[in-house]
């Protein structure tokens, strides 16, 4: 059967070329959205949804709904029986975030407190956010991996993701509870064999130093008991091995029976992976779903392609004396499509049990482990410290390649042989001179990486513009 993953927010944009690559990898989308930027098709359903439909030749489940109504949400959760949440949901413009910041504050930080609060009491603990580049501000250096700090935020668009990616870190570390295990945990590898002494967690006794430093182990648990009691119930389950002069630990699930003896039951913890977007842009090949702006685009693409089809007279480059090769604004864009297979890859990530991951301090410079198969080795920390487990997993979704304004301006008059005019204004609060990714780290461990250049992006954003000149609207 078929996984359900609810998807807030996927109406709009992203969250439709996400759905859209849901059903093409056999998932079973729930889609949520109150159509603050959507066009409403036949009946009740979403004309971006509709339209997804058609092309996929698959269902799509959708409900409108607001997420800053809880009541809603729990409904919806009795509804269903979720394996993930994918949480687009939000206000997501920089100029308009500086103009309206409570907007942003109430709908983008309140949401997503309601959701979790309705996640944790249905023991849904897989989540996909929607985060930005924004978190990082003004890059100290570029281009800006995931070690880079976050917080020195210019806008309050961008400071909503950062408190979000926050509040997410917290959650996941407060679930997390150090309790010793009841009894010894069997290897993996071979559980009818007894453990051996040295490798009991919280047994007080270690036949080595590096051993030493794993004696208790960090478990999580969203119940009140971490054995099972009653069963067979699934749950988490942490494996412990001596090899290859380390010490290794597994996660995984088993369903666990009151005369299990040789595995300690340990509930769901939450599993988060943080998707930093730099800018999308394009549409779908099929020209059938695109970006349709409700109102003046804050975007720059949506506007050009609009200047383009005749429907605004000109572009607005807000500023063009900054420290860039022609002055204006340079930005990192990615295709939707390579943005959305990121998100695929993201759910993938999330079967790994990704929000319990073994280390120091994490990436800036000092982690202390490594994945192999899907196991962790665990480095000897410090005399007198723990390892201590990082919660979720963040990675950039970008190309690594920036481009200023007046380049994607010339890249759009290619593919739609028009001419765009455009005139320099002064800049835009909350804006960076520069901003692009290191994707490095999404290569290496979510298999991902963008595939479509700049000409395929403006090719297909031209395309649905010519096929929808006033959008989804002129045929809802």
Same mark, same amino acid.
């Given at each position: 059967?078929?996984?359900?993953?609810?998807?807030?927010?996927?109406?709009?944009?992203?969250?439709?070329?996400?759905?859209?690559?849901?059903?093409? @990898?056999?998932?079973?989308?729930?889609?949520?959205?109150?159509?603050?930027n959507?066009?409403?098709?036949?009946?009740?359903?979403?004309?971006?949804?509709?339209?997804?439909?058609?092309?996929?030749?698959h269902?799509?489940e959708?409900?409108?709904?607001?997420?800053?109504?809880?009541?809603?949400?729990?409904?919806?959760?009795?509804?269903?029986s979720? %394996?993930?949440?994918?949480?687009?949901?939000?206000?997501?413009?920089?100029?308009?975030? &500086?103009? #309206?910041?409570?907007?942003?504050?109430?709908?983008?930080?309140?949401?997503?407190?309601?959701?979790?609060?309705?996640?944790?009491?249905?023991?849904?603990?897989?989540?996909?956010?929607?985060?930005?580049?924004?978190?990082?501000?003004?890059?100290?250096?570029?281009? =800006?991996?995931?070690?880079?700090?976050?917080?020195?935020?210019?806008?309050?668009?961008?400071?909503?993701?950062?408190?979000?990616?926050?509040?997410?870190?917290?959650?996941?570390? @407060?679930?997390?509870?150090?309790?010793?295990?009841?009894?010894?945990?069997?290897?993996?590898t071979?559980?009818?064999?007894?453990?051996?002494?040295s490798? $009991?967690?919280?047994?007080?006794?270690?036949?080595?130093?590096?051993?030493?430093?794993?004696?208790?182990?960090?478990?999580?648990? %969203?119940?009140?008991?971490?054995?099972?009691?009653?069963?067979?119930?699934?749950?988490?389950?942490?494996?412990?091995?001596?090899?290859?002069?380390?010490?290794?630990?597994?996660?995984?699930? %088993?369903?666990?029976?009151?005369?299990?003896?040789?595995?300690?039951?340990?509930?769901?913890?939450?599993? @988060?992976?943080? =998707?930093?977007?730099?800018?999308?842009?394009?549409?779908?090949?099929?020209?059938?779903?695109?970006?349709?702006?409700?109102?003046?685009?804050?975007?720059?693409?949506?506007? &050009?392609?609009?200047?383009?089809?005749?429907?605004?007279?000109?572009?607005?480059?807000f500023?063009?004396?900054?420290? %860039?090769?022609?002055g204006?604004?340079?930005?990192?864009?990615?295709?939707?499509?390579?943005? @959305?297979? +990121?998100?695929?890859?993201?759910?993938? #990530?999330?079967?790994?049990?990704?929000?319990? $991951?073994?280390?120091?301090?994490?990436?800036?410079?000092?982690?202390?482990?490594?994945?192999?198969?899907?196991? *962790?080795?665990?480095?000897?920390?410090?005399? +007198?410290?723990?390892?201590?487990? =990082?919660?979720? *997993?963040?990675?950039?979704?970008?190309?690594?390649?920036?481009?200023?304004?007046?380049?994607?301006?010339?890249?759009?008059?290619k593919?739609?042989?028009? #001419?765009?005019?455009?005139?320099?204004?002064?800049? $835009?609060?909350?804006?960076v001179?520069?901003?692009?990714?290191?994707?490095?780290?999404?290569?290496?461990?979510?298999?991902?990486?963008?595939?479509?250049?700049?000409?395929?992006?403006?090719?297909?954003?031209?395309?649905w513009?010519?096929?929808?000149?006033?959008?989804?609207?002129?045929?809802?």
């Amino acid at each position: 059967m078929a996984e359900k993953v609810l998807v807030t927010g996927g109406a709009g944009y992203i969250g439709s070329h996400t759905v859209l690559e849901l059903l093409e @990898a056999g998932y079973a989308p729930v889609v949520v959205d109150n159509f603050h930027n959507a066009i409403r098709g036949g009946g009740s359903m979403p004309e971006s949804l509709r339209r997804v439909q058609e092309l996929t030749g698959h269902s799509v489940e959708f409900e409108e709904m607001d997420i800053l109504d809880q009541a809603a949400l729990q409904r919806l959760f009795k509804k269903h029986s979720f %394996t993930a949440v994918i949480h687009f949901a939000g206000l997501k413009a920089v100029g308009e975030s &500086v103009q #309206k910041p409570l907007d942003y504050y109430r709908v983008n930080l309140t949401g997503t407190i309601q959701l979790l609060e309705v996640m944790r009491a249905h023991g849904v603990k897989n989540l996909v956010f929607s985060s930005s580049a924004t978190v990082y501000g003004n890059p100290r250096y570029l281009p =800006l991996d995931e070690a880079h700090p976050t917080g020195g935020c210019t806008n309050p668009y961008g400071k909503s993701k950062f408190f979000i990616e926050e509040m997410i870190r917290d959650l996941c570390q @407060a679930d997390k509870v150090r309790a010793p295990f009841d009894s010894a945990v069997a290897p993996l590898t071979d559980p009818s064999q007894p453990t051996p002494a040295s490798l $009991r967690v919280g047994s007080g006794s270690a036949s080595t130093e590096e051993e030493a430093g794993v004696q208790e182990a960090a478990v999580t648990r %969203t119940r009140s008991h971490s054995t099972c009691r009653e069963g067979p119930i699934p749950c988490s389950f942490l494996g412990i091995e001596n090899r290859q002069g380390g010490l290794w630990i597994q996660l995984g699930h %088993t369903a666990c029976t009151p005369n299990s003896h040789r595995l300690t039951c340990v509930p769901q913890a939450w599993n @988060a992976v943080l =998707l930093r977007y730099f800018n999308p842009i394009g549409a779908h090949a099929s020209g059938c779903i695109g970006e349709d702006p409700q109102g003046i685009p804050n975007n720059l693409m949506p506007y &050009v392609s609009q200047v383009a089809i005749g429907r605004r007279e000109a572009l607005n480059v807000f500023g063009n004396d900054y420290d %860039t090769e022609d002055g204006t604004g340079v930005r990192d864009y990615i295709h939707v499509v390579d943005l @959305a297979k +990121g998100h695929i890859a993201a759910l993938r #990530k999330l079967k790994e049990q990704c929000g319990c $991951r073994v280390g120091g301090e994490g990436r800036e410079g000092k982690e202390t482990e490594a994945w192999t198969n899907g196991a *962790q080795r665990v480095v000897s920390p410090a005399p +007198g410290t723990v390892p201590v487990l =990082l919660s979720g *997993q963040i990675y950039n979704l970008g190309t690594g390649t920036g481009y200023s304004v007046l380049q994607m301006v010339m890249a759009m008059e290619k593919a739609s042989g028009k #001419k765009i005019p455009y005139k320099v204004v002064a800049r $835009r609060e909350g804006d960076v001179a520069a901003c692009y990714a290191n994707p490095s780290l999404a290569l290496k461990e979510l298999g991902w990486s963008a595939a479509l250049g700049l000409d395929r992006m403006c090719e297909d954003l031209w395309r649905w513009q010519k096929q929808n000149p006033s959008g989804f609207g002129a045929q809802a």
